[in-house]
């Protein structure tokens, strides 16, 4: 009996000892491992940082070591510009001005703790360009008759089909049955550093009855991550531009006949008190 107990208290004994040399064994390690979950922040608000051309942006990327190890953070560009970098103790400022095409493309900050923890996060920054220029032709519509209607966006980049849409409006709703022509982009045709793009898109406009349907527009929208903006263009029918040409000239009409009348109005008051006629007298020597 004394024998099974010194046999099992000799298993107990030798199962503490092997916890805790697995315990001590394993120390080294736990600092790097709690290190990896709060260490490295990057203040971006998505994976992709959409910039307008000639816009600004600022990229801010943060490292802060446990156990008094040494925090070092650095900005890198792949295959493009990088820009301008402000760095210290655990922090990098990554700063972009008047963005230009050439910075489109990925940046990655690269944080490291005493040079034996690494981390990294990538971004990439896009610029696009979408002013307000949008063309349509013809700019007034001729009721009665199946018409060609084309929309175009100048100057502009991304330009495909999957970032820049155009669309037809008949008030505040899409124009239905109408037939698609075709879509054209090409360059504009200027010499300058960061080529700029014209896409057109036509239609065939089916014959709008009488009286004139409400006001037409050309929408054209640019669509990238965390963005989408619209410009308009409106497409008068004729009768519409007629409508208004007839009341703009009665206005003009009805002011001159007014201005007249108040300026002959006090020389006809000024008649109902005529001078006495004046009378040649003989002269007397």
């Keep these: 009996m004394s024998l099974s107990l010194f046999c099992i208290?000799?298993?107990?004994?030798?199962l503490c000892?092997?916890?805790?040399?697995?315990v001590c064994l394993s120390l080294p390690y736990l600092p790097h491992l709690s290190s990896t979950s709060q260490l490295f922040a990057c203040a971006v608000p998505s994976p992709v940082v959409?910039?307008?051309m000639g816009g600004s942006c600022q990229l801010t990327c943060s490292l802060s070591c446990k156990d008094g190890e040494v925090a070092t953070v650095q900005w890198?560009?792949?295959d493009t510009r990088l820009g301008a970098v402000q760095s210290s103790a655990g922090n990098s400022v990554l700063s972009i001005h008047q963005a230009a095409l050439s910075d489109t493309g990925t940046r990655v900050c690269v944080g490291s703790c005493g040079g034996r923890h690494n981390f990294q996060h990538s971004v990439q920054i896009l610029v696009y360009a979408f002013p307000d220029q949008l063309v349509v032709s013809p700019t007034a519509l001729v009721l009665g008759q199946d018409q060609e209607v084309s929309c175009t966006a100048h100057n502009v980049t991304p330009a495909g089909q999957d970032t820049l849409?155009?669309?037809l409006l008949l008030g505040d709703q899409e124009l239905e049955g109408v037939q698609v022509l075709g879509r054209?982009?090409?360059e504009e045709p200027q010499e300058v550093e960061d080529p700029l793009f014209q896409v057109t898109k036509r239609w065939l406009l089916p014959a709008l009855g009488s009286p004139a349907p409400p006001v037409l527009f050309c929408q054209a929208t640019m669509r990238l991550p965390g963005l989408e903006m619209s410009h308009y263009r409106v497409v008068q029918p004729t009768a519409a531009l007629w409508m208004g040409s007839l009341v703009l000239g009665l206005l003009l009409l009805a002011l001159l006949t007014y201005?007249?009348?108040?300026?002959w109005r006090p020389s006809a008051e000024d008649h109902t008190h005529l001078p006495t006629p004046l009378r040649l007298l003989p002269l007397t020597d």
Aim: hydrophobic content about 45%; glycine content about 4%.
């Design 9 to 14: 208290s000799l298993y107990l004994i030798c």
């Design 17 to 22: 000892l092997s916890l805790t040399l697995c």
């Design 50 to 52: 959409v910039v307008a």
């Design 76 to 78: 890198r560009g792949l």
């Design 165 to 167: 849409s155009f669309t």
């Design 184 to 186: 054209k982009e090409e």
């Design 259 to 263: 201005s007249l009348w108040k300026r």
